[in-house]
């Protein structure tokens, strides 16, 4: 005979303003198999706890349900309390009379009733609990970090500083991502280059860091603490091992004219190329797409069109017949840091999006995106750190700054803010004010949004100390007239239309996932935002965590950030994964799917629901030995405990542990029965 | 043969009967049957439709009531203005609560809101490939050839996006496509739809000037030699006011229908797409053109002709060659 504590919470005045604490206790005293029924004022106090571990002693209880606010909240601090007095943890139970009742309603009668009845119906499931003991699972002390951005440098160093081996993997030929192409950063106008190079070549020599360039990940399986993860080294035709990065191969090459990415198609490149010369590593990649000899066997000429780089490498690095190779890794945790990509403009635009067409990017020269400034700004950039327009290398006297193109313009697809615009508009401003003195910056802008420490008083000086105008307004069009790059605009203060000669103009575009994150999402079960963001565990209280457990997010692929945000968040991720490495084991509840092989019949629609990936099949050997059937096996480390499964399974086989047909069946019939 | 109900509007039937001209005599020779509504009546363009929102619909869907009774499931509404009244009016009732149960009522008879609306531009761009295949099969030379004309779309043809939907409304397309269909270039420019001023004209005639001049200009500046509309008020403004426009005695641009671009292309005459009833004359123009056009196919002729003898001189020498390469392989043979 079952003999349940019953304890009612007042949580204050959450519950007992709205609930009759001492009638529900007075209702439930009298209910089949509950021993005591008490309320108090805050059960999670430690006289609350103290209350119900007493009440175990004495009552030698063999259950207790928790009438109070949501399990979320306190079941592990209930279940603590139950522990320590001798009681299996998972003997108790939450009944939610606050979320669910109190906060919900108004009228006391019915909010008690409505109290009774919840709280029946978890003391009938608790009668069929069960003791169950927490999962345990080892964990494998390696992380693997996605992105070589200055997110995932970050998390790199921080989890490898903390003695923990680190599998960085970035799909460029070298880390350092979008920050190592900007020429400073806002608020303090540090030299970008000076700041992150260190730490690029930190963690390239650092000995708990296994550095794959020119990689991605192939596939993911296991679970956390357990994640097997095949990553693809993309043929670079350049043996890392054998490379003492001379640089012999790129003056050799003859294709000298392929527009540069790093440099945002400002600057040129060869087909075997180190992106930059501050590159790590400095072994540098063929890009076949560009390269004569590829170009001659696509068109399947019999003799080798080119080879000049493997002529000019003393060290026979080049191979020109390498192919992607795979690595396979025993990873415990992952850090994703993917970064962001900037949104196109103009009218080729991914499904779902729409461009400016009449902004003129791509058509007229000297309309150019706020990346592309970085690189003229930059001091290792085309032109040296001079601002010249790209159309005919003379210093532009007039620079328009639009801020807002794709962001905040639902019209196009993309309504949140990429709140690194407003910032890097007014160091923009300010770069080119402090090159082209009798320059005139003009930024058209929807609202300045500079939160952030010093971030107000950096927007104000570029208007203050340095002049630029600010116009509040929009840009209508954008357009090529002799020499001049005309602006037509609004100044929604003056309410007067406006119109600008420019000599350039610099578009501060929206902030867009990476390309193919969301194929990568689903190799990790994480999920994505309509605009391909990840989406963290909790906006606010689990920012760096992901709904599959053991995946973390860094940076610019959760939402638009700025470098000390996605460095913040990169060194959290990283701390959440040194925690997760702190113990050998790892506990879970026990809230995980069982099957009963004694009558599964193997047709394995559970494994074709589950959304984990949690179910595979086993074999059935007889006495003998030899293989009689097949059954499902859940895995407990990656069950998630949701119970698609125990609801398609037609021999009734599987049932989680802790819902059971039986407890949930028990807790309906509490409703049916007891008015 | 297609058939479409036709809605001329007021502008069609009185300042811009050129329009209307050319579009029948258009549609005449593309196969494509045109209906004139019977009893249409004023689509409220500004007027009815900033006076009041239910006047506004109302007034486009009794012409759109009267096509559906009449049996037809599209409307040609050439005029902008027009068009986008009627639209606009079709998305209400579509979309509005209780709009599609009260305007039968207000109307007077049933109505199901089934009547597709078309402006000149996209019937014409639907029928493109006709156009293609006309043009080749037509006798006279095409004067407009390689001629670089400049599609000015204004604000209704495309705007709002959500009432036109049929092209990009900042940087649309489908009028240049006919103009390429016509054989000419479409001329890549920066006022494809910006303001021509519209009923400002009479208000404030200098603002049209100003707004008229930096859209003349631009196209000018763009090697345009014509511009294309499809509007009648852009095109009074652009036409009728480009006297007033000029400054510097630039060379006149003439301003011509889409549908009379089609005509010429289809080689009618100028006088049956009423191209003698613009203020900008467009008698030099044409009479450039054609010349153009005859002096091009003459060059063309002479230079095949020239290609023709220029091969025949070529195949009688090989002949004459091959004759002595016979005879020496014979010498070979001989040595052999």
Redesign the interface.
Known sequence: MSRVGVFICHCGENIGRTVDCEAVAEALKDHPGVAVAKDYKYMCSDPGQQLVKKAIEDNDLTGVVVAACSPHMHEKTFRRACDQAGLNKYMCEMANIREHCSWIHEDRGEATEKAIDITRTIVEKVKHNKPLESIRIPVTKRALVIGGGIAGIQAALDIADGGHQVVLIEKEASIGGHMSQLSETFPTLDCSQCILTPRMVEAYQHPNITLHTWSEVEKVDGYIGNFNVKIRKKARSVNEDLCNGCGDCQAACPAKRIPSEFEAGLGKRTAIYVPFPQAVPNIPVLDRQNCTLFKGRRKGLAKVACGKCKEACLKGAIDYDAEDTFVEEEIGAIVVATGFQLYNIGREQPEGLKGYGEYGYGEVPDVIDGLQFERLASASGPTAGAILRPSDGKEPKTVVFVHCVGSRDPEKGISYCSKICCMYNAKHAMLYKHKVHDGRAVAFYMDIRAAGKGYDEFSRRAIEEDGAEYIRGRVSRIFRDGDVVKVWGYDTLSQEQVVIDADMVVLATAMRPQDGVRELAQKLSVSTDEHGFINEAHPKLRPVETNTAGVFVAGACQAPRDIPDAVAMASAAGAKVMSLFSADELEREPAVAIVNENTCIGCMNCAKVCAYGAIEQREICAVDGHVCGHVAYVNPGVCQGCGTCQAVCPSKSVELQTFTDEQIFSEINALCYWE | MTNVAYYPGCSLHGTSREFDESLRAVAAELGIGLTEIADWSCCGASSGHTTDHLLGVALPARNLALAEAQGFDTVVAPCAACYNRMSAARLAIATEDGLAEQIPDILGHPFANSVHVHNAVELLHDASTIIEEKVAAALAPNPLEGVKLAAYYGCLLVRPFEVCGYD?P??PTSMDDVINACGADDV?W?MK??CCGGAFSVSRTKSVLRLGRAIID?AR?HGAEAIIVACPLCHSNLDLRQKAMAQRGEEPMPILFVTQMVGLALGLAPVDLGLGRHFVDTEPLIARLVQQAAERVAAEKLAKEEAAAKAAARAEKQKVGAAAGTSGGAEGGEAQ
Request: glycine content about 0%.
């Open positions: 990009d900042e940087q890549d920066d739809v910006e631009n500046a």
